[in-house]
C-alpha cells in the first residue's frame, strides 16, 4: 500500500509539473507573440513614417518646381505690359507662346501641361497642339475660383480626368 500511495503522489505531482511547464509554456509563447507583434508594428510604423516623410518631400518639391514654372508664364505675361483681353489674346496665342509653353513642359516632367486660357474659360494656347483644339475649362474649379477671386496665390485643384489625355491629373492655376 505504501508503495502504491507513493506511486500516486508521484504520478500527481508528475501531472501537476506538466501542467505547470505547459502553463509556463503558453505563458512564454504568449509573451513572446505579444513581443514579436509589438516590434512587427513598431518597425512598420517606423517604415510608414520614412515613407510618409519621403513622399511629402517629394510632393513638395514638386508643387516646388510646377509652381516655380507656373510663376515664369505668369511673369512673362505680367512683362509683356498687357492692358487689355484683346492684347492678352494676341499675346496668348502667338506660336512662339506655344513654343513657351512646350518648353516648359519638356524640361520638367512633372508638367503634364501648360495652357493660356481666356476670361471664358475657352484654350487659347497649350504646350500640346499649336493651333489649339476648341476647349472649355469654365467648369474647371481652378477657373471658376479664379473667376470669382482677385488673387496672385496659386490655386490647387482637385484631382480630374485631363480632357486632353483622360489622365487623372490636378492643375496649378494663377491670375
Known amino acids: 500500500m505504501d508503495a502504491e500511495l507513493r506511486i500516486r503522489r508521484i504520478t500527481r505531482l508528475t501531472i501537476i509539473t506538466g501542467f505547470a511547464l505547459a502553463i509556463i509554456f503558453i505563458i512564454s509563447a504568449a509573451i513572446s507573440a505579444y513581443i514579436l507583434r509589438e516590434n512587427s508594428i513598431k518597425d512598420r510604423s517606423e517604415q510608414l513614417s520614412n515613407l510618409a516623410l519621403t513622399l511629402s518631400e517629394h510632393a513638395a518639391q514638386t508643387m516646388f518646381s510646377a509652381n516655380t514654372a507656373l510663376q515664369s508664364l505668369v511673369d512673362g505675361v505680367s512683362g509683356a505690359s498687357i492692358q487689355s483681353e484683346k ?87 494663377k491670375h
Open 87 to 173: 492684347a492678352y489674346r494676341d499675346f496668348a496665342s502667338k506660336k512662339d507662346r506655344f513654343l513657351s509653353l512646350q518648353e516648359k513642359t519638356n524640361s520638367n516632367s512633372i508638367i503634364d501641361v501648360a495652357t493660356y486660357i481666356d476670361k471664358d474659360g475657352k484654350v487659347i494656347n497649350f504646350s500640346r497642339s499649336y493651333p489649339p483644339p476648341t476647349i472649355n475649362l469654365a467648369e474647371r474649379d481652378y477657373f471658376q475660383y479664379l473667376s470669382t477671386h482677385n488673387t496672385s496665390e496659386t490655386f490647387y485643384s482637385n484631382p480630374v480626368h485631363n480632357k486632353g489625355n483622360e489622365k487623372w491629373v490636378f492643375y496649378l492655376a
